[in-house]
């Protein structure tokens, strides 16, 4: 999150300073004088330059934004970056609503969210909400998620609710197409899932699969012993070998609709 430590998202760095106009006016132009084919003159202000190397302060800060997923250890928001110019994966060994509100959040910030399921009625609710007069959040079966389209304009996060052992995905990462992929619990598939993972997060497990968590992510023994012990609200994002808690929090409003949190749907 972005463990983000592990949350692979920084800081968007401040614009350039933009020159100060000055007072001059246009070479050649003088009270009184006639503007052939330039209409009225209007006030008389310097030009808005900037030298070439001042370009980069103007670009946009593209992956260095995204979704709040909680807040980590010091109340500082954590953001997961989802509209990705380059090809992203993450894996939740969790519950499908802290799944909810990563795709809800993700629908605030105007990408769209396609879930591959097998429970439909597990998400039927957030969906019909999230719907209010725009096709924000579609439903697919298993193995029937046609292509998505994602572009810089509307990207895309797919959530794979697939159970323990997610078949082989029609709609794979792409740029601007993040997949996340739910586990309810560490099946047989989660190392290959894992390590082709950019992120993993990792909530209340039992105490052997957190020993084998422990292993497949490098996990100090504090953080094993801890994961059988997490509150519902709570996950270990990890990326590479750094990582982080962090706690969703959820808004009333969220609470409403998903209900409470739980780890076990």
């Known amino acids: 999150m972005t463990a983000t430590a592990p949350v692979p998202s920084a800081p968007t760095p401040s614009p350039g300073q933009m020159p100060s106009p000055g007072p001059g006016n ?6 009184g004088r006639p503007r052939f084919g330039l209409g009225l003159p209007g006030p008389r202000r310097g030009r808005h330059e900037l030298a070439p190397e001042e370009f980069e302060a103007l670009a946009l800060p593209v992956g260095d934004d995204g979704v709040v997923i909680g807040t980590g250890p010091q109340d500082e928001p954590a ?8 090809p992203f994966g993450a894996v ?19 990408a ?15 969906a019909q909400a999230a719907n209010g007069g725009h096709q924000c959040v ?9 292509p998505q389209g994602p572009s810089v304009h509307s990207p895309v996060l797919v959530v794979r609710d697939c159970g323990a052992r997610p078949p082989l995905g029609r709609v794979m990462t792409a740029p ?15 190392p290959r899932l894992l390590g082709s993972a950019d992120l993993v997060g990792v909530q209340r497990v039992s105490p052997e699969e957190a020993r084998q968590l ?27 070998r750094s990582w982080t808690y962090v706690d969703v929090r959820a808004t009333d409003a969220e609470t409403r609709l998903l209900g409470a949190p739980r780890r076990v749907d």
């Open 214 to 240: 422990g292993l497949l992510l490098g996990l100090p023994q504090a953080d094993v012993e801890a994961l059988p012990t997490l509150p519902e609200t709570v996950t270990l994002w990890c990326a590479g």
């Open 112 to 126: 769209r969210v396609a879930v591959e399921t097998g429970r439909r009625q597990v998400w039927t609710t957030l």
């Open 92 to 110: 939740l060994i969790g519950g499908a609503w802290t799944a909810q509100v990563i795709a809800l959040r993700t629908v605030g910030t105007g």
């Open 138 to 146: 579609t439903l697919h079966d298993v193995g029937r998620v046609p």
């Open 176 to 190: 601007w197409q993040s997949v996340l992929t739910l586990l309810p619990y560490l099946g047989p598939d989660a």
């Open 79 to 86: 953001v997961l970056g989802v509209a990705r110019p380059v």
């Open 26 to 31: 246009a070479p050649g132009s003088g009270a």
